[in-house]
């Protein structure tokens, strides 16, 4: 298990509530396609990174992000 926390980067900034963070891949540090607010609270969500194609089961919590798991994503071909 993996502890993140996007408070640190965000208590420079004077409206946390207001604004979105990114959410960035434990791995790869690439951005995702999620973005969180102060407020968000996500239990066993399955986040994907593009960059280096896992899947990672997090929770998010004021800010802080919790890695379960990780998960290489099986490719299926379109035929």
């Given at each position: ?6 408070y ?43 960059k ?7 929770d ?20």
């Amino acid at each position: 298990m993996l502890r993140i926390d996007l408070y640190f980067f965000a208590q420079k900034r004077r409206n946390i509530m207001l604004e979105k963070y990114w959410i960035k891949c434990p791995i790869c540090n690439g951005k995702t396609r999620v973005q969180v607010f102060y407020n968000t609270v996500l239990r066993n969500f399955p986040l994907f990174c593009p960059k280096c194609k896992l899947t990672h089961i997090v929770d998010v919590e004021k800010l802080e992000i919790i890695i379960k798991n990780s998960e290489k994503q099986k490719r299926k071909d379109i035929k």
